[in-house]
């Protein structure tokens, strides 16, 4: 099951991601470089990652206040992925073994989130960015991309057992 909702409003959105934005650059994972995130075929994207653990207690209070229920899973952890223009996620299958996810947008015109309907990659289903947008998936099979970021992408990942 995957599912598109509306979660922050656009000013609540706006101020979260304007202080995850602020971050010195050290801050920042490259996962092209560490723990990648492969794809179907063994390729590397190009994006950033901060964990949860990692963040300025302010902000991780902040995110821990938006967290998304989902009905029968407890949210464990949460990491926020940046993604740079032209950067983005070939498309994988999420392997780090949780049970669900939500992916909490936070800017609009960044971009989409793809997925594959039954894993056929000639059969893309688009999910346009929109700030404060919930998409949640508990398929863990899902195979899924993130195409070419057109501005800086800013989205917080909830992970759930
Ligand atoms: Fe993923």
Redesign the pocket.
């Given at each position: 099951m995957i599912s598109v909702e509306p979660h922050l409003g656009e000013q609540q959105a706006h101020t979260i991601r304007q202080m995850i934005a602020s971050l010195d650059e050290a801050y920042w994972r490259d996962r092209s470089r560490h723990k990648p995130?492969l794809g179907l075929n063994g390729e590397v994207g190009y994006y950033f990652s901060c964990g949860r653990e990692s963040f300025p207690e302010v902000i991780r209070l902040a995110v821990d206040a938006i967290e998304p229920i989902i009905h029968g899973y407890e949210c464990e952890d949460w990491v926020v992925n940046r993604t740079p223009i032209g950067g983005g996620?070939p498309p994988?299958i999420?392997n780090e073994g949780y049970l669900a996810v939500s992916l909490l947008c936070m800017q609009s015109n960044s971009g989409e989130f793809r997925w594959y309907e039954n894993k056929d990659l000639d059969k893309p289903q688009f999910i346009l960015d929109k700030s404060g947008q919930l998409i949640r998936f508990n398929q863990m099979d899902l195979v899924?991309s993130v195409p070419s970021a057109l501005s800086e992408r800013y989205v917080i990942v909830f992970l759930y057992r």
């Open positions: 995130n996620m994988h999420d899924h």
